[in-house]
């Protein structure tokens, strides 16, 4: 099955710092929907997006669905320890892919401090 | 509260065994969804449900069985045939309809095979 092409892989950085991650893919999709996975946890969704081109926040959180609609991207600003974990981004395909939601393979984020 | 609820927490398994993992939504959502985790591997899509007594296979359902008798209800079997089942397995549930993309995931279980 398909799975989106999420980076980096995982992040170390300073209290403080902004974060950027993305996810591509060779095709395109309707919605993009980025999750943030703690340990022993199921994923809790962060922002949902639905239009080419939208940006969305949500308090230190900005995501934008790509105007290809083959891309997103996630930014956090001033990282804090809780911003600890793994997060997906997952896309609903605009064509061929049912009612199912396709997923990234995930970006670790550990947070110095 | 509205939820789905994912029981139990953490679950040991003899080879050899079957195992019942449960799913419990009270979202009033069509589409439920079963996803295995490995570490550095993301969600994978075992199976499916868009609707009450209909499923269908994800991405890796062999050695797996579901059922969808209600619509709050979504049980995966972890059979005796799946040849390496020790995971962390994540149930989920979205609405089918207009702009219901997003999905809702319970908190885990855990197999473990001793």
């Known amino acids: 099955g398909q799975q989106l092409n999420q980076s980096p892989q995982s992040m170390f950085i300073q209290e403080g710092e902004d974060v950027s991650m993305n996810c591509t893919s060779s095709s395109i999709f309707n919605t993009w929907l980025w999750y943030k996975q703690e340990p022993g946890e199921g994923p809790v969704l962060l922002i949902a997006?639905?239009?080419?081109?939208e940006l969305t926040s949500n308090g230190r959180l900005t995501a934008q669905f790509g105007i290809t609609r083959k891309d997103s991207f996630l930014n956090i600003s001033a990282s804090i320890p809780s911003d600890v974990g793994i997060y997906f981004c997952?896309?609903?395909?605009?064509?061929?892919?049912?009612?199912?939601?396709?997923f990234g393979t995930g970006t670790q984020l550990k947070v110095e401090l | 509260d509205g939820g789905i609820t994912q029981s139990p927490k953490y679950l040991f398994r003899k080879e050899g065994q079957n195992v019942t993992l449960s799913c419990e939504q009270n979202?009033?959502?069509?589409?439920m969804y079963w996803y295995r985790q490995d570490p550095g591997q993301g969600l994978r899509l075992i199976y499916y449900?868009?609707?009450?007594?209909?499923?269908q296979k994800g991405d890796i359902a062999e050695g797996y069985s579901v059922s969808r008798e209600k619509k709050e209800s979504f049980p995966l079997t972890v059979t005796s045939a799946q040849k390496n089942p020790t995971a962390f397995y994540l149930c989920a549930s979205k609405s089918s309809g207009t702009g219901g993309t997003e999905a809702f995931f319970g908190q885990g279980t855990r197999l473990t095979v001793v």
């Open positions: 979202l009033n959502h069509d589409a």
């Open positions: 449900s868009q609707i009450v007594n209909d499923f």
């Open positions: 997006l639905y239009k080419a081109g």
């Open positions: 997952a896309g609903q395909l605009l064509t061929g892919g049912g009612n199912k939601l396709t």
